[in-house]
């Protein structure tokens, strides 16, 4: 969803402009959480280099954009497909997971579906990524254009507060070498909620790649907490609901940070460098081992200054011109 979330922006604004002519083709499982404004979606099944091929040859674009995908997925196929037309490409790392899997060749770090051009979210990506084998004349900090959706954002302080647990499905991707399991995880954080009676339902929001949605059952069952299921599509209504957002990596967490929200990544079994930059940041609190648990989550939830004191790190993220910056990249190719 990381990827799809910062394209839109920026295909929303071209889209607007008489001057360019643009068009957009997502996977299916953007389909259900994105407005596109025009844009396409392949159906579930569908052939991904087919449906590419098809959509460029009839577009004939200019320039493709692309963001970072798992497995050979649309964005790879869009990749080579303008590398036999002779189009230039570009690409937006919007986050700090695995860029060299999202444009390599699936179980390689080969980096062959690499764009001429990469808009990266920031400084310290950059210097990665160089480090890890991208160009580094192709590499430009234009910042997430998603996160100008958050520039002027307000946190919603009425309603229901609750405790948010996002699932990423690692337990499905035995090929995503993380040392975590979200089942085992999210057990952990029930067990310390249990013990903290904070008086807050706590609410489970899967991933949309998320298959077994059935997975939680026994704990929510033996739990003497109201644990409930999110089924609605608007994420933003999740955020801004939240008192506390936990969960381990995923985009969302660092989306919660820039908010201002409590964020409580979990990690106690991880086995690979944290790829959570939030953490980093000191926007959110990291646990490395349960027994700091139930103490991190304790000064977490009585910290009445969390919002104000994350402030300035917060500003150099969210400061509204990443989708102009990323316009600026495209129109250097043409």
């Given amino acids: 969803m990381g990827g799809c979330n910062a394209l839109l922006p920026v295909y929303s604004r071209l889209k607007r402009n008489r001057h360019y002519k643009t068009s957009a083709l997502f996977g299916p499982v953007c389909k259900p959480y994105i407005r596109a404004n025009g844009a396409r979606f392949v159906k579930p099944g569908d052939d991904p280099k087919r449906a590419v091929e098809k959509h460029l040859t ?12 798992i497995g050979m997925s649309l964005d790879k196929h869009a990749v080579a497909w303008a590398r036999k037309h002779g189009v230039p490409t570009l690409g937006i790392a919007e986050s700090w997971g695995d860029t060299v899997m999202g444009f390599s060749t699936p ?10 051009r990469m808009c990266v979210v920031d400084d310290f990506l950059k210097k990665r990524m160089a480090k890890e ?8 900090v234009t910042g997430n254009p998603y996160f100008d959706s958050l520039a002027k954002k307000k946190l919603n302080r009425q309603g229901r507060k609750a ?17 975590l399991d979200e089942v085992r995880v999210f057990g952990d954080l029930v067990q310390a ?23 939680f059952d026994s704990i929510i069952t033996d739990s003497p907490l109201h644990i ?7 994420m933003e209504t999740a955020l801004e609901r939240a008192e506390l ?6 985009a969302t967490l660092f989306e919660a940070a820039l908010m201002g929200k409590k964020v409580l990544s979990c990690l106690p079994t991880l086995t690979i460098p944290d790829p959570l930059m939030s953490n980093r940041l000191r926007l959110s609190v990291p646990v490395y081992r349960k027994r700091d648990l139930v103490p991190k989550m304790k000064a977490l939830l009585e910290d009445k200054n969390h919002e104000k004191t994350s402030s300035a790190i917060r500003k150099r993220y969210v400061h509204g011109r990443a989708t102009e910056n990323v316009i600026n990249q495209i129109e250097s190719l043409v």
Avoid: W
């Avoid at 009839?58 to 995908?69: K, Q, T």
């Avoid at 179980?107 to 579906?113: Q, R």
């Avoid at 909620?193 to 997975?215: A, G, M, Y």
């Avoid at 409930?228 to 608007?234: G, L, P």
């Fill in 245 to 250: 957002v936990t969960g381990m990596f995923g």
């Fill in 107 to 116: 179980g390689t770090k080969d980096l062959a579906f690499e764009p001429d």
């Fill in 228 to 234: 409930i299921i999110d089924k609605s599509k608007n």
């Fill in 133 to 140: 084998g991208f160009e580094p004349s192709r590499l430009a």
């Fill in 193 to 215: 909620l249990e013990e903290l009676e904070p008086d807050l339902p706590v609410v489970i929001r899967f991933h949309p790649r998320t298959k077994n949605r059935h997975k």
């Fill in 58 to 69: 009839s577009y004939e674009p200019d320039v493709v954009v692309v963001g970072i995908s």
């Fill in 163 to 179: 405790v948010y647990f996002f699932c990423q499905p690692f337990s499905e991707m035995p090929g995503l070498k993380t040392g």
